[in-house]
């Protein structure tokens, strides 16, 4: 069943946000993820939430995602992005 990894991220240093996204697609890519939504113009509807910058990665699977989340390739990456923005994520199984 697919997985979701939904991210709401407000990025604080944007120079060193840049290496992180130099090199995270490729990880996602390798575990069978794929980018559904990545920033992009968006539009609260109903509620308080104010998300800066949307991310939606589909994984094959919860399992997938958590093995691209804490594999070694994407680990480097990962501390990158959490020393240059603050992030909010869920991991969401699918229909």
């Known amino acids: 069943m697919a997985a979701l990894f939904i991210v709401d991220l407000t990025v604080t240093e944007p120079d060193g946000y840049a290496e992180y996204r130099k090199g995270v697609a490729a990880t996602i890519e390798q575990y069978g993820g794929r980018y559904l939504v ?23 699977s919860v399992e997938q995602a958590k093995r691209w989340h804490d594999s070694p390739e994407y680990a480097p990456l990962k501390a990158i992005r959490q020393r240059t923005a603050r992030t909010n994520a869920v991991l969401v199984e699918g229909v």
């Open 38 to 60: 990545r920033g992009g113009r968006h539009e609260v509807v109903e509620g308080d939430w104010r998300p800066m910058r949307l991310v939606v990665i589909e994984f094959p």
